[in-house]
């Protein structure tokens, strides 16, 4: 039973493009979303989060958008550059429960020079 | 402090041995998580530590599994009588108390042969 979905195991985009990474959660106790990323032979390290109350959150060239009736976040990059070539996971959480976060299964994004 | 650190970074070992594992939180993050991950999946939650307390263990977390954090600083997961189902990443993160945002240690990668 996955609660954190990213149907879209990878995506290529053209550097100075959008990259758009999508995430659906079944869980409507979750309150609380992060985004991370992940580099070969490295841990994830932490992107950007969005809290429930939000519907955006933008940080520099990234974007989180948060739509909590259809359970759908999406990652927006603009423009995409090729360092941004990684693994990114959607997670979440919820707003009482710091304790556990659950992960999706990841999206590898290439952006291609 | 560099961030999270882990050691070893791979370990191979032959069904039915021990092994374990040991996580270096940021000095000052009270939160500790062991996460695994397999291939083509986001981290699995295993257990989560607050200070020298251990406050969740996830059913994944078999009667095999041990993890420990003595004095509320490192911590230690073991494995005893290793399957091949046990071949995975793990990894460690770590936080400060009341944050969502988790920071990854680079993981043991564990084959069992």
Same mark, same amino acid.
């Given at each position: 039973?996955?609660?954190?979905?990213?149907?879209?195991?990878?995506?290529s985009?053209?550097?100075?493009?959008?990259?758009?990474?999508?995430?659906?959660?079944?869980? =409507?106790?979750?309150?609380?979303f992060?985004? *991370?990323?992940?580099? &070969?032979?490295?841990?994830?390290?932490? %992107?950007?989060?969005?809290? #429930?109350?939000?519907?955006?959150? @933008?940080?520099?060239?990234?974007?989180?958008? $948060?739509?909590?009736?259809?359970?759908?976040?999406? %990652?927006?990059?603009?423009?995409?550059?090729? !360092?941004?070539?990684?693994?990114?996971?959607?997670a979440?959480? !919820? @707003?009482?429960? *710091?304790?556990?976060?659950?992960?999706?299964?990841?999206?590898?994004?290439?952006?291609?020079? | 402090?560099? !961030?999270?650190?882990?050691?070893?970074?791979?370990?191979?070992?032959? +069904?039915?041995? /021990?092994?374990?594992? +040991?996580?270096?939180?940021?000095?000052?993050?009270?939160?500790?998580?062991?996460?695994?991950?397999?291939?083509?999946q986001? &981290?699995?939650f295993?257990?989560?530590?607050? /200070?020298?307390?251990?406050? @969740?263990? #996830?059913? $994944?977390?078999?009667?095999?599994?041990?993890?420990?954090?003595?004095?509320?600083s490192? =911590?230690?997961?073991?494995?005893? +009588?290793?399957?091949? !189902?046990? =071949?995975?990443?793990? $990894?460690?993160?770590? #936080?400060?108390?009341h =944050?969502?945002?988790?920071?990854?240690? &680079?993981?043991?990668? $564990?084959?069992?042969?």
């Open positions: 039973d996955q609660q954190v979905k990213q149907n879209s195991p990878s995506l985009v053209q550097e100075g493009r959008i990259s758009i990474l999508n995430c659906d959660y079944t869980n =409507s106790m979750f309150d609380y992060l985004w *991370y990323k992940k580099y &070969p032979a490295e841990g994830p390290t932490f %992107l950007i989060s969005i809290s #429930s109350i939000k519907d955006k959150n @933008e940080d520099g060239r990234f974007t989180v958008f $948060l739509n909590k009736s259809a359970k759908h976040l999406s %990652l927006h990059i603009v423009p995409s550059q090729p !360092g941004d070539s990684a693994v990114y996971f959607c979440a959480s !919820g @707003e009482t429960s *710091y304790d556990k976060v659950i992960f999706g299964p990841g999206t590898s994004l290439s952006v291609i020079p | 402090d560099t !961030g999270v650190s882990q050691d070893p970074r791979h370990k191979i070992t032959k +069904r039915g041995q /021990n092994v374990t594992f +040991r996580c270096d939180p940021i000095s000052e993050h009270n939160r500790l998580y062991w996460y695994r991950q397999t291939l083509g986001g &981290p699995e295993l257990t989560y530590f607050q /200070n020298e307390a251990q406050l @969740e263990k #996830s059913r $994944l977390l078999s009667d095999r599994f041990s993890a420990e954090r003595p004095k509320g490192f =911590s230690t997961l073991e494995i005893q +009588r290793t399957e091949q !189902g046990d =071949s995975a990443m793990y $990894l460690c993160a770590s #936080s400060l108390a =944050s969502n945002e988790q920071y990854f240690g &680079p993981g043991t990668r $564990l084959t069992v042969t």
